[in-house]
């Protein structure tokens, strides 16, 4: 498996083979739309109001049996890729 690095660079050459401007276009809207859902300007802390109330649904989840199972996650995880 390709650490992150490794990934990006194969990523700019594979980019810098292109020649159609309407794939660099829609690659340079989708980073955009990338960089702005993940912008650290947007986080904003949670009271201390919202985190208990996340830890009581939480804890109400787990009784009612609404969980996933790790290897069920990691499992699905891997379809991922």
Known sequence: MMNIEA???E???EFFKLQSEKTIS???????KEKEHSS???????????????IDKS???S????LTEVNDLLAEIEKWN
């Open 40 to 54: 650290p300007d947007k986080v904003e802390p949670m009271t201390s109001v919202e985190l208990n109330a996340r």
């Open 7 to 9: 990934r990006k660079i």
């Open 63 to 66: 009784k009612n049996g609404k």
């Open 26 to 32: 829609k690659l340079e809207r989708l980073l955009k």
């Open 11 to 13: 990523f700019v050459q």
């Open 59 to 61: 804890l109400k989840d």
